[in-house]
């Protein structure tokens, strides 16, 4: 299994794999002002944070957080051009780009080093061979400080890593419970 490179992503961004796509590194954005970067890496991919947030607040009623059987009401939704995260908050997100992931590809999903510095921790489970949708992003604020997150700027880094053959059984195979979800997505049981 090989890391794979900026010319690799290039050719499966036009087979589809990424949408939308930058082919190199956008550090600006449209008006421009300075951007925490996205687009192509020498062997990734900076993908950029939509502006769907879920804060987790307490709500009172079980003040327990259960993957099982996750209550909605301890989120606080938020659309806009930023959120605040307050100390020790947490708040879910997603991927403004769509991905679409060949069988005999794993992506591993890193927080870009912009927001570790801030304390700001970035938790992705991979991305499996097979699966698409928008990528849901955990951010977790680990001071104490309120800590500010950029929609439509650069969040985390996906690298892409072939087998030398295709897995038996993909996540498209196994219909995955979290395939094709567009938004942010909480915990399902399937």
């Not at 961004?13 to 939308?20: K, S």
């Not at 939509?50 to 009401?73: W, Y």
């Not at 780009?97 to 870009?112: Q, R, S, T």
């Not at 059984?169 to 915990?187: E, I, L, N, W």
Request: hydrophobic share 30%; net charge negative; glycine share 8%.
């Amino acid at each position: 299994m090989t890391i794979k490179s900026d010319k690799w992503i290039r050719t499966q961004a036009e087979q589809g794999m990424i949408t939308p796509f930058e082919s190199g590194q956008i550090t600006a954005n449209s008006s421009g002002e300075r951007a925490i970067s996205y687009g192509v890496s020498s062997y990734g991919y900076d993908a950029r944070c939509g502006n769907e947030f879920k804060l987790f607040v307490p709500n009172g009623s079980n003040g327990i957080i259960d993957p099982k059987n996750f209550d909605e009401s301890i989120c606080l939704n938020h659309y806009g051009d930023h959120i605040i995260v307050p100390p020790h908050g947490f708040v879910l997100a997603h991927t403004v780009e769509y991905f679409k992931i060949p069988n005999d590809v794993l992506v591993v999903c890193l927080g870009k080093s912009t927001y570790a510095r801030c304390g700001i921790v970035a938790n992705v489970t991979p991305l499996e061979p097979g699966w698409e949708g928008q990528v849901t992003l955990e951010f977790s604020n680990t001071t104490h400080l309120p800590a500010k997150i950029y929609a439509n700027e650069g969040c985390v880094q996906m690298l892409f890593f072939q087998s030398d053959e295709r897995c038996g059984v993909s996540y498209a195979d196994r219909k995955g419970k979290y395939q094709q979800q567009t938004h942010v997505t909480t915990p399902k049981m399937k």
